[in-house]
């Protein structure tokens, strides 16, 4: 699962090895403490950089921890633009700041393509329903 917040980015999978634990990985330095920092410290995680991997900071943590987490996040939404409230963001440094704004609008760039190319395969889909 890929998570987008204003504070970082996410790729969130099952642990391999437990299936009570999520391996939440980013890739740029900071983000995993700024949402996960409270699950880290309370189960002694630590989190390993792989400065070549695709996801350079990773940590393993409870499963419930993540979800609790995540669900934090969701309940301190307090902006109405997404993409906008990473210039307010007192959590992220300022260039970082840009940084994110600028690459979260390529995202919706990419998925607002998505929507027009879905739009037109659901137009192809009603006329030959067995395309689905």
């Known amino acids: 699962m890929w998570v987008f917040t204003n504070k970082g980015f996410f790729s969130i999978v099952e642990d391999r090895n437990d299936s009570t634990k999520l391996l ?4 740029i ?18 989190i ?3 400065p ?11 499963k419930e921890m993540v979800v609790a987490e ?7 939404i307090d902006y109405g633009n997404f993409k906008n409230s990473f210039a307010g963001n007192a959590d992220l440094p300022s260039p ?3 940084i994110m704004k600028y690459h979260m609008s390529d995202v919706w760039s ?7 190319e879905a ?11 067995n395309l689905g």
Do not use: N
């Open 29 to 46: 330095k900071g983000d995993l403490e700024r949402v996960f920092d409270d699950a880290i410290e309370h189960c002694g995680a630590f």
């Open 110 to 116: 990419a998925m607002w393509a998505a929507q027009k």
């Open 119 to 129: 739009k037109e395969w659901e137009k192809h889909s009603e006329s030959f329903p």
């Open 70 to 76: 995540i669900a934090r996040e969701v309940s301190e």
């Open 24 to 27: 939440v990985r980013s890739r």
């Open 48 to 50: 390993t950089e792989t």
């Open 96 to 98: 970082l700041r840009a």
């Open 52 to 62: 070549d991997a695709d996801y350079r900071f990773r940590v393993f943590l409870p």
